[in-house]
């Protein structure tokens, strides 16, 4: 039975939100091991931070190219108005994940202790830029891009608002608290016990903001405001939140370490899924639908073919390359231990 258009336009728009997603809660964690070197300045520290994410890294930004390339294709409008209204943030973004990238590899590599501090900075910069320009980015998405008949109308400035930069520190602070959280789990001894103490301060700190995001966004449409206050749309979000967060607190007196990090990442997938609620069936706020931005049925379903292969190898390349690096990390040795 042919599926119908309506249907293609929908399976291209999840699989799209897939990515995005996956790609936020999986480079989201180790770009906040990156912020948070900053509050981490012993070298050995940083080496095991450091160490943590060096082997899966790479695999996350592949999330990123598989939305980039899935909007252009199946999008195309959505994506030129998109990159037209963000192409400041989205290159400094990209700039600031390759300083980031060569910073990672090469840091163990440098011969004299100014080189590695070097390294170090612009590993830690690098996370600080592009997450704040993943924030900017999307809030500049949430509050809308100034579109006609399906082009670009705005001035190339939109992204450059209170509202867009306030997301912007919000996923900063985020994005160090999965990052704790991982160290948490993934750390020993004195740095596991630091990241802990970070975990239950950026957390707090994380909800309240979270909580501003939401006043502000109610603000800027009514129909994100008629959304949300439904009581069988804010109720289950609510519910969830909830939910999540007495599993945080109380994980960290559990035997499995894990569970802040995954409590957290809770908290990320609610978020998003409640921005998709306010913002559907909009791929652009204020007008733009995704039937409207879809490219033709045909063209959207040979993406979906690529898509029904590239996702589950990519799952099952990350999930291989987190099963063979599990376990906590050492300072001395560097090696794996199967501790919780």
């Given at each position: 039975m042919p599926l119908s258009d309506e249907l293609i336009h929908l399976l291209s728009a999840g699989a799209l939100a897939f990515?995005?997603?996956?790609?936020?809660?999986?480079?989201?964690?180790?770009?906040?091991v990156g912020i948070l070197f900053a509050a981490n300045r012993k070298a050995r520290h940083r080496h095991v931070m450091a160490f943590s994410i060096l082997p899966i890294w790479d695999g996350n930004e592949t999330w990123?190219?598989?939305g980039g390339g899935g909007l252009l294709a199946m999008f195309p409008a959505a994506y030129s108005i998109f990159l037209s209204a963000m192409y400041a943030p989205i290159i400094l973004m990209l700039l600031a994940l390759i300083f980031r990238g060569v910073a990672l590899e090469f840091r163990d590599?440098?011969?004299?202790?100014?080189?590695?501090?070097?390294h170090?900075?612009?590993f830690m910069g690098g996370s600080l830029v592009a997450s704040f320009c993943q924030g900017i980015v999307l809030g500049g998405l949430i509050q809308g891009i100034p579109h006609e008949k399906g082009q670009y109308s705005g001035n190339g400035w939109e992204w450059c608002s209170g509202f867009a930069f306030f997301c912007g520190f919000v996923l900063v602070v985020g994005y160090a608290l999965l990052g704790a959280c991982w160290l948490y789990w993934r750390t020993a001894a004195d740095l596991q016990l630091r990241s802990r103490r970070q975990a239950r301060i950026l957390a707090p700190a994380t909800l309240v903001l979270l909580a501003g995001i939401v006043t502000w966004t109610l603000g800027l449409n009514t129909v994100n405001e008629e959304r949300w206050l439904e009581p069988s749309i804010g109720g289950p979000?609510?519910?969830l939140l909830v939910g999540l967060m007495i599993v945080f607190w109380r994980a960290f007196?559990?035997?499995?370490?894990?569970?802040?990090?995954?409590?957290?990442?809770?908290?990320?997938?609610?978020?998003?899924?409640?921005?998709i609620v306010a913002l559907y069936p909009l791929v652009i706020p204020p007008t733009l639908t995704i039937s409207q931005a879809s490219s033709a049925p045909l063209s959207q379903m040979?993406?979906?073919?690529?898509?029904?292969?590239?996702?589950?190898?990519?799952?099952?390349?990350?999930?291989?390359?987190?099963?063979?690096?599990?376990g906590k990390i050492r300072p001395k040795n560097q090696v794996h231990t199967s501790d919780s």
């Open positions: 990515s995005i997603l996956t790609y936020v809660i999986l480079d989201g964690t180790g770009l906040g990123l190219v598989l590599r440098a011969k004299t202790e100014r080189r590695q501090r070097l170090d900075m612009a979000i609510t519910l007196s559990w035997t499995h370490h894990f569970l802040p990090l995954f409590a957290v990442l809770g908290w990320f997938i609610v978020a998003y899924g409640a921005m040979l993406v979906l073919g690529g898509f029904a292969i590239l996702i589950p190898v990519t799952l099952v390349y990350s999930t291989f390359g987190f099963w063979v690096f599990r």
